[in-house]
């Protein structure tokens, strides 16, 4: 009979992280203008308040919300994907920028150029297009090489990371070559 009851001990509380994970699959998959969201935890599934449950609140995440550089949270802007210049670059405020080196006459940058299109930018992210043609000093500064190579630079334009998805021209790819 005892080891009954922990076996149902048991399933009680592996129901109890089922249901806080659904809580919590559900509040960051709502789109709200909240910068965190409060999940009710509980150490007990039996729904009773008696004097041995103990409960609290996590804050998480909301899913506009991501970690600034020194570890706080603060809501991402909306990406944005856009021609270069200078003044856009520097204007960028917080987000993560991406300069995406292009060829009007280069498939693979035009097949990356639709997709990001179709997909959208992630929001924390500006993506800036620069004409590979005509921005000969900017290519030397970031020893770019080929059509098609993004790089991640910081707010005062120093390269972070570097990526040339030329066989596989996609959004997905672009970011997890820089690790985004």
Known sequence: ?????????AIGAVLVCFVAAVIVFASMSMKENA???????????NGD??????????PM??????????KTLATA????????????????????????FHAPWCPQCRALDA??????????????????D????LRKQYGVTLQTTVIKVDASGV???????YSDPSLANMLAGLSL
């Open 35 to 45: 910068d965190v969201v409060m999940v009710p935890l509980s150490s007990s599934g």
């Open 77 to 100: 802007k909306p990406g944005t994907y856009q021609d270069y210049s200078a003044n856009a670059l520097a204007n960028a405020g917080t987000n993560t920028r991406i300069l995406f």
């Open 115 to 132: 997709d990001i299109t179709k997909m959208g930018v992630p929001d924390g992210l500006s993506i800036f297009k620069v004409d590979y």
């Open 1 to 9: 009979m005892k080891s009954r009851s922990v076996i149902f001990t």
């Open 49 to 58: 308040s008696g004097a041995n449950e103990r409960s609290s609140s996590v």
């Open 159 to 165: 390269k972070q990371a570097m990526f040339v998805p």
């Open 61 to 70: 995440p909301s899913p506009n919300t991501v970690a600034g550089p020194d």
């Open 134 to 137: 005509s921005n000969t000093d």
